[in-house]
């Protein structure tokens, strides 16, 4: 009896750690495209570019950042082109001005389109693109990238959430379902479902029909005059592989086509450099603090007010504070470490860590909440506020705006975070809801990157809705019908009415038709 449960113990464990997926029948060629990324967008292709070569399949990618990758079934190509540098942007200054970022696109996207297909690394590769199984692209601002897909299967990568749902034929219905920037409380008032509605139609027709799209395809159908128009070529994906989860956003439904592989990226801790695990096990009892602002707003972008308002903060604190910053610092209290570099995952994985101060980007909140660390969010643009509020609303730390902030702000959210058990509770029961899966995110989406492979595209996957026009999935040709069938039973129903009262009272109108 032990050893029988020990068997399948035993059993159980080294199909774990073997993965749960059967071999693959041969090794796939992938191509993987994300020309215009940043550097947090890298760290979730990198995951599954890795787990497919762990696999035995040939990764190709095509990418605008320094290659990284040792992995021998890695091919990185860098296309080296200057558009789009992110370490050039000030996100300090984008949040002041809203339209920055948007002009920023409209400054750079068309250009890459024009200037990529003449790089001759870039143009070799598109010109061998057939030989691919798959192409795998960036879901966000990668429209340049769709020529390689002409006449190949090819997977959508949102490394931000749900997006381009409604290209795969499920419109998600804006009185429940948050749009990208804002994050109403539900259920959402009449205004803010007006609101809601008025932004997904906004920004889904500014970027693809009016500022951006229309700019990228003048530039692609200069060079390939022959192709169809880049709409369509998305139009026919036959998969998206979401970086969301359920647990840690708003549950909504989705089609076989749309498959949620978020927090893959996030992994079981390292053990941290020797100097990094004393500082932090030094801290004793009171703990540590991480703060950084991820990969994109770089330490010393950030404007010198804020810059000393968390100086004067951390002086007043008893704990360790451990600060990802680029640059020099004058003035820094005995208590802060700062660092350019720095292990996230490992750090936030340390039982000595309280406390993460975040941008609140959408990478840093799965690890958070992954490795079980309450935040204290302070976001700076795009999607960060609305995960920001998230964090709020779902108990897991403070949210802050940076205009309003102060020394004590910043003092009394870090000492709540840390003193209140409640936060660590609504993250771990999170965490335990997120880790409670069947196979693991990244497994999931290996099975079915070459479940696309094997099924030539698996057309079984798409929703008749992606094939109808707006008429015809908003059913405005059959309401007309139906408006139209009720009236003439209307006109229909009144004569006969008219005609049966004629009789009966006896008017003189069928009377004289009679004589
Ligand atoms: C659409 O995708 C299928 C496979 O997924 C492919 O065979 C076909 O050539 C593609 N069509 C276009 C126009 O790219």
Not at 23 to 41: A, D, G, M, N
Not at 160 to 185: H, Q, R
Not at 473 to 484: A, E, G, K, N, R
């Amino acid at each position: 009896m032990k050893v029988a449960t020990l068997c399948v113990l035993v059993a159980a464990l080294t199909r774990g750690a073997l993965g749960v997926l059967s071999p693959p029948e041969r090794s796939y060629k992938i191509l993987i495209l994300l020309p215009v990324s940043t550097r947090s967008h890298r760290i979730v292709f990198m995951t599954i570019a890795e787990a497919l070569a762990d696999r035995g399949h040939k990764v190709v990618m095509l990418i605008n950042q320094p290659k990284s990758s040792t992995h021998p079934n890695i091919h990185e190509v860098a296309h080296g082109l200057p558009h789009r540098q992110h370490e050039k942007f000030n996100m300090f200054d984008m949040r002041k001005s809203s339209g920055g970022s948007t002009n920023a696109l409209v400054r750079t996207l068309p250009p890459m389109a024009r200037d990529m297909y003449q790089v001759p690394e870039v143009k070799e590769l598109y010109e061998r693109r057939k030989e691919f199984d798959v192409v795998m692209v960036d879901a966000l601002f990668n429209e340049a990238a769709y020529p390689f897909v002409h006449e190949l299967p090819f997977i959508l990568v949102s490394t931000s959430g749900i997006a381009k749902s409604d290209v795969l034929g499920n419109v998600l219905n804006p009185a429940y379902t948050p749009s990208f920037m804002f994050d109403f409380p539900s259920p959402m008032s009449a205004w803010h479902r007006f609101l809601n509605t008025l932004s997904s139609i906004v920004m889904s027709v500014y970027w693809r029909h009016w500022a951006i799209v229309p700019l990228i395809q003048k530039e692609i159908s200069a060079q390939f005059p022959e192709l169809p128009p880049l709409l369509d070529l998305e139009r026919n994906m036959s998969l998206a592989l979401l970086n969301s989860h359920f647990t840690i956003s708003k549950s909504v439904p989705l089609l076989p086509s749309q498959v949620e592989v978020g927090a893959m990226h996030c992994r079981p801790a390292n053990p941290l450099p020797q100097e990094l695990e004393s500082w932090i096990t030094g801290a004793g009892a009171e703990g540590v603090i991480y703060f950084s602002l991820g990969s994109v707003a770089r330490g010393n972008s950030m404007p010198v007010q804020y810059r000393n308002l968390f100086l004067q903060a951390f002086r007043r604190l008893p704990q360790r504070v451990i600060w990802k910053y680029e640059g020099e610092l004058e003035d820094v209290p005995d208590n802060v470490m700062i660092s350019k570099w720095l292990p996230q995952q490992d750090i936030l994985a340390h039982d000595n860590v309280k406390v993460f101060i975040t941008h609140g980007g959408l990478l840093s909140l799965q690890e958070s909440i992954y490795h079980v660390t309450p935040l204290l969010a302070l976001p700076i643009f795009g999607d960060q506020p609305k995960n920001g509020r998230f964090v709020r609303d779902s108990g897991l730390g403070h949210f802050l705006v940076w205009e309003e902030l102060t020394e004590d702000l910043i003092v009394n959210a870090l000492t709540d975070i840390i003193s209140d058990p409640k936060y660590k509770e609504n993250v771990m029961k999170m965490s335990a809801g997120l880790r409670d899966q069947l196979i693991s995110p990244k497994e999931l989406a290996v099975f079915w990157t070459e479940y696309v492979i094997r099924h030539r595209g698996a057309p079984q996957l798409r929703s008749p809705a992606a094939q109808l026009s707006w008429v015809e999935f908003l059913m405005l040709d059959v309401l007309l019908l139906l408006h139209l069938a009720l009236l003439v039973l209307y006109f229909t129903l009144r004569r006969v009415l008219r005609a049966i009262s004629a009789k009966i009272f006896g008017s003189g109108g069928s009377k004289k038709k009679k004589d």
